[in-house]
Every structure is written in C-alpha cells, then in structure tokens.
C-alpha cells in the first residue's frame, strides 16, 4: 500500500496540473495511448498460434509426401475437425443445395455458388495470404484434391509448374514446420468473407467494380462492403463528387464481418439464446481453451425461409438495435416510435444501392459462352453507373412484428420439368447437351432466332419471344431427355442489409414516404422481355409479404405495384371511406357552425323584443 502510494504521488508531481485538470475527482483516468491510436487497417496482428506442419489426406508431411495438403488433417488434433465439420453452416448450405438433386434449389446460376460452397476448407478463411483465384482455378478445372494446395499458393510455400504443385522447401523451418506468422493465421477477417459474398475493399487505391457472379451481395443487392469514400472511387456513377459517405459507415468504423455474424460459442461475443428466460446475460460460458478446440462454425445470421431446423442459429445474429439506442437517437423524428415499429433501420438507412444488381437471369436459353442473358439494375458494371431505390417489402421478424426492409428485385426464368411428380430445373449440362453440338448453337435454334440472319445468335438474339422459339427450344429439350419441359418466371427478392449509409445520408424528408407519389408507391421493374407464355409470380421461396401486385404493361413490360396494406401512411395512403368521413366531418363542421350562428341570431332578435 505504501509503494502504491508513492507511485501514485510521484506520478502526481510529474504533472501537477494535468492531473487536477484532465481528471477531475471521481471521473476515470484515460486510456492508453496504445489503446487510443487507430489501428491501421492491413496490419496483421500478432499470433500465439504455435508453428504448423502441413499433412496430406494420410496425415503424412507434405514435405515427406510432396503430395496435396489437407486442411482437416493439418488442423486435427489441436482442433476438433470432425465436430466442426458437424458445425459448420457453410457446409450445411452446400449439402443443402445439392440435396435438392439440382446445383442449387435457386436455378441453374447456382452452378458457381455451389462449388465455391463445396470447395471452402480452413486455410481459405482462416490463413491470412489464402489465394481464392488460385483456388478457383483448382475447382474450374474439377482438380478437388488441389483446391487445400492452390489456397495456399499466396504463401509462397507452394509454386504450380506446368500441372505439377511443389513445395518449396526453403519456406519451411528447420524443422519442417512453417511459422504461424507465415501463414498468417488468425481469426477470418472480413476480405475471406468477401471471397463468395460480396465486394469487400480494404485498399486505399480507387475501387473498381468486376462482374463475379460468386460475389452473391454485390452482384444480386448492388452493395459493396468497404470503409472507402465512393467519391474517392474509380466507378463512373451518376453524382458521384457529392457522394462523401462511405460505401458501408460499418467498414467505415473498422467492423468486421464477424461482428455481427460471430461464432455462437465465442466466449466474447456471443449472447445466449438457450439458457433460462429469465436471464437477459448468461455468465456461464465456455471456456477460451474450449472454443478454440471446438468452434461453433454456424455462425450467426438473419431469418431465412428454409432454414435447417437443427441450426440454432437462425435469426440470432446482431442486429441494429443490439448496438444502437434508435429511440434516443431519433428525437428529431416525430413518433419515432411509430416509425420504428413499421421500418427496419436499412428501409431509411440504404435509400439507394450504388453498384449494379441483377434485374433478370434468363437461363432459357444460352449464348456461345453457355451463359444466361443477364440484365443489370442501376447500371452497366463496366460502364456507367446510375445507382437503383431498392422496393420495399414487408419482412416478418424474429419478434413477430412485420417492418418495410429494402429489396432488390430479380427475375429468373428457367426451363422445369415434372417428372416424378416433382419441379425440378433442368440442370446445366442438359441446356448444353439440347442447345449445342459441339459448342456450336444447333442450326434449328440458329434457324428460329437468327433475325439479321448472318448466320450466327448474337447475345441480343437469344430471347424466346414468341410461340415458334419457345417450341423449338421444347422440341430439343424432350429430345435431350426432359420430360415434360415448361417455363417458369420468378421474382426472387433480395433483402439488403449491407451498405448502409451515415445518418446524414439516410432519408429525412417527411416528403419521402408521406406525399402521394413517394417511394412507398413507387414502381419497380422487374421484367423487359419475359419469355413467350411465361407468367412472372413471387417465388415459392419468398418468405416476405409483397402487398402489391405484378402487372404487364403495354410493351410487356412487368413492374411490381406496391399496395401497403393494413397501414396508413399521412399524406401518401388514400382510403375512400376515410376520404368521405372526411368531407363528412368537415360538411358536419360547417353545419353545426351554421346551426349555432343561426340559433345565436335568432335568440338576440328574440331577447331585443322582449326588451321593448
């Protein structure tokens, strides 16, 4: 105590002023300044995690072996692999899709998605230099059993010469481990994350867009996930010098991924959802050494339709009033709390999305590339950029309230069959096998679609717009061995929950929801040239509420009307009965007005005869 005593005037008399100054009685001392620099964002941390030795599927040393890696393997031993891989949401999700007896219950444009989803390991997210491309390129070229070693290829432990990986044995210790620190390894940041679900930057070069159809956020919500200016990109968008706001205010204030979507286990993180009601903080938890040997990889998310029932996962990520006090923060509103129970925070805090989404995928036919005809919301991704106001759809929470969540709106038209008895899509490889000989558009399809007639489909030309395309395209697909082939045209939409801007870029003008023609209204289009004899529908996946119709206009066109029912909006919700009670009020307002003046006059006339 006497010693501390002394530290403590010591410390007093070195800076007599400040100490009375800065700290007044009762207030805490300041941080560090450790505590308070920024930290920089491409600064790897340092990592306790002890050196590794990298094994093939048969546990060997790959510097023994040379042959591929295995990141199960590897990892086995101080992590429990085999309960992890029981735990994993990632692999659940690809299961899932292949379950379906389709590459992906969502259509063919899945095809990708699936083997991002299938091919994930524990170096891709989990090994700082983890090279995607290179993995990518493993699974293009159906190399499975190279995909562990291609991730590692930005490591510089491994080389591919010719078609041969080999392992470069100058990388490696002494004692034939590789160091932590080389590896990189360390809880997933954000741009692993970024590898299949969106654009995330964290460079201070302009950002650029690219179409990456794996990237499933950017490409089907137009959102990017970076703490960068978009003022300061390189995109040619629409307005873009009065644009100060970053993409995503969350990557602004050096948020992760994991943040919000953390694992459910993480002693720091996680809140509970399975210990008693009464309790709103369960202190038991596991401990730290328990988590890292075992943890939970179904981390949290958002509630989904078709969700596996034994993932409890579901609806338990953080979300925006887990962090923030809205109703202290919105005084300024007028019955913020009427606002509130009707808009999910992203409805005013995503106005707009600044990359282009996709607005139709049309896998009915294919171009010479064997891909579909895609059309783009908000812009061409490589030329000029005009942003897109997502539509507003009723979405249900987890309370069981039901709150406008911003969405895009994609169109996807595909070929089903109903063999069985069940919907099925017709996979890729049998669109290719109908549509093609040997690469070449076959000449019945070049026949009904060639309109210039050169010869050859041009990517505008492969459109079934009329009866006779749309019969050839059957004619070779029962032909090709589908049973019973029929169009289908589906509005899939996509909630946005990323890309959310700073307060003084979300919407604020009561005139931006309370006025006749305000966005509440306002129409989005969701289909140009939908094929021949295909009606556009919600999709059966969609678990929201769209309260509003699809409607065909006169160039068949198909936009999305929104109705909002059940709610009464000042200034933008006309009811015909409140309308004449109204006018009835008003009429009833003058009447009674007239009455009593009438009776005021007659009762004075009457009082000045008696008077005289």
């Not at 002023?17 to 800065?22: F, I, K, L, P, R």
């Not at 692999?91 to 379906?100: L, P």
Request: charged fraction near 25%; include cysteine.
């Amino acid at each position: 105590m006497m010693r501390l005593s002394i530290l403590s005037l010591a410390l007093m008399s070195s800076s007599p002023g400040a100490a009375v100054a800065e700290h007044p009685s009762g207030d805490l001392p300041m941080p560090s300044a450790e505590l308070l620099a920024k930290p920089t964002r491409h600064s790897t941390p340092s990592s306790l995690h002890p050196p590794v030795v990298l094994r093939d599927e048969k546990g060997a040393p790959v510097l023994s072996s040379g042959g591929p890696v295995s990141a199960a393997k590897t990892c086995d031993g101080c992590h429990d692999v085999s309960w992890i891989r029981k735990h994993d949401g990632h692999r659940e999700t690809g299961r899932m899709e292949k379950h379906d007896g389709y590459l992906g219950a969502g259509g063919p444009e899945d095809d990708r998605t699936l083997a991002t989803s299938v091919g994930g390991n524990c170096f891709l997210c989990h090994v700082g230099a983890a090279d995607n491309q290179a993995r990518l390129g493993a699974i293009g070229n159906e190399e499975y059993d190279l995909v562990e070693t291609a991730t590692l290829a930005g490591t510089g432990l491994v080389e591919k010469e010719g078609d041969e990986w080999r392992w470069h044995q100058e990388s490696f210790q002494a004692d034939g481990t590789v160091a932590s620190a080389r590896l990189g390894l360390g809880r997933p940041g954000s741009r692993a994350c970024g590898f299949c679900h969106g654009t995330v930057y964290e460079d201070t070069a302009p950002l650029s867009l690219t179409t990456d159809a794996s990237q499933r956020m950017t490409d089907r919500q137009g959102i990017v996930f970076s703490g960068q200016r978009i003022s300061d990109s390189a995109v040619n968008l629409a307005g873009k010098s009065s644009l100060f706001r970053p993409w995503d205010v969350h990557a602004e204030r050096l948020l992760s991924c994991a943040s919000c979507h953390f694992s459910p286990n993480h002693p720091a993180y996680s809140f509970s959802k399975t210990g008693p009601t009464h309790l709103q903080f369960d202190a038991r938890r596991v401990s730290i050494a328990e988590y890292l040997r075992r943890p939970d990889h179904r981390l949290a998310k958002g509630a989904t339709k078709g969700a596996s029932s034994e993932s409890p996962q579901d609806a338990s990520l953080r979300r925006c009033e887990n962090c923030h006090d809205a109703p202290s923060t919105h005084r300024w509103l007028p019955r913020a709390e009427l606002h509130l129970g009707v808009l999910l925070c992203e409805a005013c805090h995503v106005p707009m999305t600044y990359a282009p989404a996709r607005q139709e995928i049309d896998w009915t036919m294919l171009s010479a590339k064997h891909e579909p005809r895609v059309t783009y919301r908000g812009g061409d991704p490589q030329g000029f950029v005009t942003g897109s106001r997502p539509a507003l759809l009723w979405r249900s929470c987890a309370d069981g309230s039901r709150k406008l969540a911003p969405n895009n709106l994609t169109t996807r038209y595909a070929w089903v069959q109903r063999g069985d008895g069940k919907r099925r899509y017709v996979d890729l490889n049998t669109l290719r096998t109908a549509f093609f000989d040997k690469d070449v558009h076959r000449p019945e399809l070049v026949k009904a679609l060639d309109r210039n007639r050169d010869g050859k489909l041009e990517d505008g030309e492969i459109v079934l717009d009329n009866a006779e395309k749309v019969n050839v395209a059957r004619d070779l697909l029962i032909a090709a061995g589908v049973e019973a082939p029929e169009l289908t045209a589906e509005v899939v939409p996509q909630e946005i929950h990323h890309g959310v801007s700073p307060g003084a870029y979300a919407v604020r003008e009561c005139s931006s929801c309370h006025t006749a023609d305000s966005r509440l209204g306002e129409p989005t289009l969701v289909s140009t040239v939908a094929p021949f004899g295909a009606t556009v529908r919600w999709s059966a996946d969609f678990a929201g509420d769209s309260s509003g119709s699809l409607v065909r206009d006169g160039q068949g066109r198909v936009w999305f009307r929104p109705v909002l029912a059940g709610v009464h909006v000042l200034g933008h919700t006309r009811r015909r009965w409140l309308d004449w009670l109204g006018v009835l009020l008003v009429f009833g307002a003058f009447v009674g007005a007239g009455f009593h003046g009438f009776l005021r006059i007659r009762a004075a006339r009457r009082h000045g005869k008696e008077k005289s």
